[in-house]
């Protein structure tokens, strides 16, 4: 698969996208052990998001490659990379905006695989890795999430059935 680089983008599980057309939204649904991972880019107006479904590419490393955004340690770089295509260049990382949302507990009621917490874990060890950090998070819980991520204005709003929508 092909990341996505439109005005309007919807994610599913495993894909990447990154928009810096004006009126661009990407959106990624029923976010549950999975994580969005969001990226908004000040100085180049660049916003991008990966729907990231494991932790590590080395359970699969053959998905991996056809499908890079399933897994935080291929996915992020690839979402970076993306960035950088669409955008021309990324700012430098104090121009970046990170914000991740997911992880929860929703069909692991013993939590014998951790599955959302293992993946906001290596979703900030990869950052870590290019010197970077989220500064907001909507993790964990027994909940799903829908992400959408505006670029003109920057907003990420949260919704989940019978809950009002959040702003992240």
Known sequence: ????????????VGDYGATK???????TM??????????LDRGTRCVGMDHIALPESSVAPDRAK????????????????????TAGSLSKPSNLI??????????????????????????KKILWQFGLGAIAEDVGGSHSRTVTLYRDSGRI????????????
């Open 66 to 85: 056809q499908l890079p955004g399933y897994f935080a340690d291929t996915g992020i770089p690839a979402l970076i990379n993306l960035m950088k295509q």
């Open 98 to 123: 990170i914000k991740m949302a997911g992880g929860a507990n929703v069909a692991d009621p013993n939590n014998t695989f951790n599955i959302g917490k293992r993946n906001v874990l290596a979703a």
């Open 21 to 27: 057309e004006q009126g661009g939204v990407i959106r």
């Open 30 to 39: 029923a976010l549950g052990s999975c994580i969005g991972l969001m990226i």
């Open 157 to 168: 709003i949260l919704s989940c059935p019978g809950r009002p929508d959040w702003e992240l």
């Open 1 to 12: 698969m092909q990341p996505n680089i439109s005005a309007r983008i919807m994610l599913g």
